[in-house]
């Protein structure tokens, strides 16, 4: 747990904050469509994101 302080925020408006610490890899869109195709996924890029 930790706690953080805006130091811009102004104490009369409710504010919500998000932060994602650990995010799951994402398959591109070349990725999908390769592996629905039944084609091999593509070098120059990443398969994930």
Known sequence: ????T???GAPAH???YY???LEVPTP???TYDAVKMGLPTSNLVPATL
């Open 19 to 21: 932060a994602r610490v």
């Open 14 to 16: 409710n504010v919500v």
């Open 1 to 4: 747990m930790a706690l953080w």
């Open 28 to 30: 591109r869109w070349s």
């Open 6 to 8: 805006d130091p811009d």
